[in-house]
């Protein structure tokens, strides 16, 4: 009785687990199937809820959506696991995963997403695949998918993506990186629209300006953000804007000499490079010494320029990847600075490595300009649209109606072209398979002619055997006539040239694989050498190869010698055993 209560107990017990589990994961089902406009505000939500809970929440919540989806085939709530699970979930976490660990989790859902013909969907994994893309540095990779996310959000509205700004502001800063300057620019203004306070930003697109030459607007953003560090968390006494604070008065000071005002440049770079060792990185230790290495070289003091610029080098390339254009920047100056101490020697060598950087910093810059053109296309074509709407608001009904009208059009036009795709590739399906019908069938036929060329050699072998038994019956007085007989059926040639050829041509469509396999094994083989080998494939006897060939019993066994010889096959090897697996 005891037992059986405890039984009813422990399935009682399992029951409300089970319930449990179901009551902890059915807030995200609800609202990941959610598919109007709201869906992804509604997953958002969601993550930054779980952003907050420890790790053992978070993988129980995972654990228990598999065992969903395990017994519920969804593909909507398939994709949304799988960009709230590993690895995307720990690079929201700022974990960074593994090199490229969650390539294939990504690329898997972008195959589902796109099962699933929903634009917003599809946009939200293109934003995740890009993400990851940025954290193993695959650059070209992460335009061109932040390029698709971009366009999808676009069209269906900003409003819908409240992320959307952080897809601007990654390819403002992957753009930085591909040289796209202008086009980086426009992206990081696009932020400060909406994030008028984002340090990364403005120092982004402060930087921009001051690789266009445009130092003015380089230093009023710079200036800016120096106002609102010390405005914002009481000036130096946040760390982070203590580090921030250093970095923009080392722009400003750099900007100033790019203008040529030394003297208000130098007392801001040397606290850059100094405070950057105290608080900030060697990265901005690095910059602070090249900038300040071009004020020196531009007042002709090469011996403090060289010392700078050193510094310069020697982090370039020290990273675990080398610094490719802070490296060929840092040698040319080294060169130059050498030249101007008349130090011919080291001048030169210095000179060899600018080239040696500057050809590797050229060829990255080749292989990014693919991906870097296309995100400059598709900037360029949404913002002549967006200027197109604004310029012809009392147009917006006709043009709506031209787009709607154009995708349709282009719809019908990709559909046929895609049927008349699958109509060529299926033709054309066809007519291999055909081919492969008829080469079967040639095929068999010249197996059944070798067939019966073998069978009439074994005939007529056995009919010449019959004639040398009855001639060895004959009487004495025939002596004379039995051998004429018989020598004439020893010379008698069953293969003449054109018997050879109309064999060949048989024996190739039978087994086609035969001759080119013999050919890599002898170098120009010769006819009577093709020949026997061919007669020793289809398994004849000495004699019977004889006959064939109209030759002796010793020749051919002289011929398999030479044969043997040509093959390079060792005295223990056999001949025939050999020749009939050359086609295994």
Same mark, same amino acid.
């Not at 380089?218 to 250093?246: R, V």
């Not at 051998?483 to 003449?496: D, H, I, M, R, V």
């Given at each position: 009785?005891?037992?059986?209560?405890?039984?009813?107990?422990?399935?009682?017990?399992?029951?409300? !687990?089970?319930?449990? *589990?179901?009551?902890?994961?059915?807030?995200?089902?609800?609202?990941?199937?959610?598919? !109007?406009?709201?869906?992804?505000?509604?997953?958002?939500e969601t993550v930054h809820h779980y952003l907050k809970q420890p790790d053992s929440v978070r993988r129980k919540?995972?654990?228990?959506?598999?065992?969903?989806?395990?017994?519920?085939?969804?593909?909507?709530? *398939?994709?949304?696991?799988?960009?709230?699970?590993?690895?995307?979930?720990?690079?929201?976490?700022n974990h960074v995963p593994g090199a490229e660990a969650g390539i294939p989790l990504i690329t898997k859902a972008v195959q589902l997403a796109s099962q699933e013909n929903d634009d917003q969907l599809l946009s939200?994994?293109?934003a995740a695949y890009a993400e990851h893309c940025t954290r193993i540095a695959w650059i070209e990779d992460y335009l061109f998918y932040s390029i698709k996310a971009i366009e999808l959000q676009q069209r269906l509205g900003a409003e819908y993506f409240p992320d959307i700004s952080t897809r601007w502001f990654d390819m403002c800063k992957a753009l930085y990186i591909t040289k796209e300057f202008r086009l980086s620019l426009q992206y990081g203004l696009k932020v400060l629209s909406v994030k008028r306070k984002d340090v990364f930003t403005m120092d982004l697109v402060g930087a921009c300006y001051k690789k266009l030459g445009l130092y003015d607007s380089s230093l009023h953003y710079y200036k800016k953000l120096a106002e609102m560090l010390q405005a914002d968390g009481g000036g130096t006494s946040d760390p982070f804007n203590k580090k921030w604070l250093i970095i923009a008065n080392g722009d400003i000071g750099e900007n100033l000499a790019l203008q040529k005002k030394y003297d208000q440049a130098l007392p801001m770079l040397r606290e850059y490079?100094?405070?950057?060792?105290?608080?900030? !990185?060697?990265?901005?230790?690095?910059?602070?010494?090249?900038?300040?290495?071009?004020?020196?070289?531009?007042?002709?003091?090469?011996?403090?320029?060289?010392?700078?610029?050193?510094?310069?080098?020697?982090?370039?390339?020290? *990273?675990?990847?080398?610094?490719?254009?802070?490296?060929?920047?840092?040698?040319?100056?080294?060169?130059?600075?050498?030249?101007?101490?008349?130090?011919?020697?080291s001048a030169f060598l210095y000179s060899t490595l600018f080239h040696k950087h500057s050809d590797s910093l050229n060829?990255?810059?080749?292989?990014?300009?693919?991906?870097?053109?296309?995100?400059?296309?598709?900037?360029?074509?949404?913002?002549?649209?967006?200027?197109?709407?604004?310029?012809?608001?009392?147009?917006?009904?006709?043009?709506?109606?031209?787009?709607?009208?154009?995708?349709?059009?282009?719809?019908?036009?990709?559909?046929?072209?895609?049927?008349?795709?699958?109509?060529?590739?299926?033709?054309?399906?066809?007519?291999?398979?055909?081919?492969?019908?008829?080469?079967?069938?040639?095929?068999?036929?010249?197996?059944?002619?070798?067939?019966?060329?073998? *069978?009439?050699?074994? !005939?007529?072998?056995?009919?010449?055997?019959?004639?040398?038994?009855?001639?060895?019956?004959?009487a004495e007085v025939a002596v004379a006539e039995k051998k004429t007989a018989f020598e004439s059926l020893l010379q008698y040639t069953l293969l003449t040239d054109g018997e050879w050829e109309k064999f060949r041509l048989?024996?190739?469509?039978?087994?086609?694989?035969?001759?080119?396999?013999?050919?890599?094994?002898?170098?120009?083989?010769?006819?009577?050498?093709?020949?026997?080998?061919?007669?020793i494939y289809l398994d004849l006897s000495n004699q019977q190869i004889a006959n064939t060939l109209g030759i002796s019993k010793d020749s051919v066994t002289r011929g398999k010698r030479r044969l043997k010889q040509r093959l390079n096959l060792q005295a223990d090897e056999v001949l025939e055993a050999y020749i009939r697996n050359l086609t295994d």
């Amino acid at each position: 009785m005891k037992s059986f209560l405890f039984l009813i107990a422990l399935l009682l017990l399992n029951c409300a !687990d089970v319930c449990a *589990q179901d009551a902890d994961i059915t807030p995200l089902i609800k609202a990941w199937e959610i598919s !109007d406009t709201s869906q992804t505000r509604k997953y958002l939500e969601t993550v930054h809820h779980y952003l907050k809970q420890p790790d053992s929440v978070r993988r129980k919540v995972i654990q228990e959506m598999h065992a969903y989806l395990d017994k519920h085939v969804n593909t909507r709530l *398939q994709v949304r696991l799988m960009l709230f699970e590993e690895p995307w979930w720990v690079v929201c976490a700022n974990h960074v995963p593994g090199a490229e660990a969650g390539i294939p989790l990504i690329t898997k859902a972008v195959q589902l997403a796109s099962q699933e013909n929903d634009d917003q969907l599809l946009s939200e994994v293109y934003a995740a695949y890009a993400e990851h893309c940025t954290r193993i540095a695959w650059i070209e990779d992460y335009l061109f998918y932040s390029i698709k996310a971009i366009e999808l959000q676009q069209r269906l509205g900003a409003e819908y993506f409240p992320d959307i700004s952080t897809r601007w502001f990654d390819m403002c800063k992957a753009l930085y990186i591909t040289k796209e300057f202008r086009l980086s620019l426009q992206y990081g203004l696009k932020v400060l629209s909406v994030k008028r306070k984002d340090v990364f930003t403005m120092d982004l697109v402060g930087a921009c300006y001051k690789k266009l030459g445009l130092y003015d607007s380089s230093l009023h953003y710079y200036k800016k953000l120096a106002e609102m560090l010390q405005a914002d968390g009481g000036g130096t006494s946040d760390p982070f804007n203590k580090k921030w604070l250093i970095i923009a008065n080392g722009d400003i000071g750099e900007n100033l000499a790019l203008q040529k005002k030394y003297d208000q440049a130098l007392p801001m770079l040397r606290e850059y490079a100094i405070k950057s060792g105290q608080v900030v !990185d060697a990265f901005n230790v690095a910059l602070a010494n090249n900038a300040l290495a071009n004020l020196y070289f531009a007042r002709h003091q090469f011996t403090l320029a060289l010392d700078c610029w050193k510094i310069t080098y020697a982090w370039a390339i020290s *990273q675990e990847i080398i610094n490719m254009e802070y490296a060929a920047n840092a040698a040319e100056g080294i060169a130059a600075a050498y030249s101007g101490l008349g130090r011919i020697d080291s001048a030169f060598l210095y000179s060899t490595l600018f080239h040696k950087h500057s050809d590797s910093l050229n060829a990255f810059t080749n292989r990014s300009n693919l991906r870097a053109t296309k995100a400059k296309i598709a900037f360029e074509e949404m913002q002549t649209a967006l200027q197109s709407a604004r310029a012809a608001i009392r147009h917006q009904r006709l043009i709506r109606n031209f787009i709607v009208g154009g995708i349709i059009l282009l719809t019908i036009i990709a559909l046929l072209l895609y049927n008349r795709k699958l109509w060529l590739q299926k033709y054309k399906t066809a007519i291999l398979e055909r081919k492969r019908q008829i080469a079967e069938i040639e095929s068999k036929k010249a197996k059944e002619q070798i067939a019966l060329f073998t *069978q009439q050699i074994i !005939d007529k072998n056995n009919l010449i055997n019959r004639l040398k038994e009855d001639l060895t019956l004959q009487a004495e007085v025939a002596v004379a006539e039995k051998k004429t007989a018989f020598e004439s059926l020893l010379q008698y040639t069953l293969l003449t040239d054109g018997e050879w050829e109309k064999f060949r041509l048989e024996f190739f469509r039978a087994y086609p694989e035969f001759f080119p396999a013999f050919k890599k094994l002898v170098s120009h083989p010769t006819p009577a050498e093709e020949r026997l080998a061919t007669l020793i494939y289809l398994d004849l006897s000495n004699q019977q190869i004889a006959n064939t060939l109209g030759i002796s019993k010793d020749s051919v066994t002289r011929g398999k010698r030479r044969l043997k010889q040509r093959l390079n096959l060792q005295a223990d090897e056999v001949l025939e055993a050999y020749i009939r697996n050359l086609t295994d």
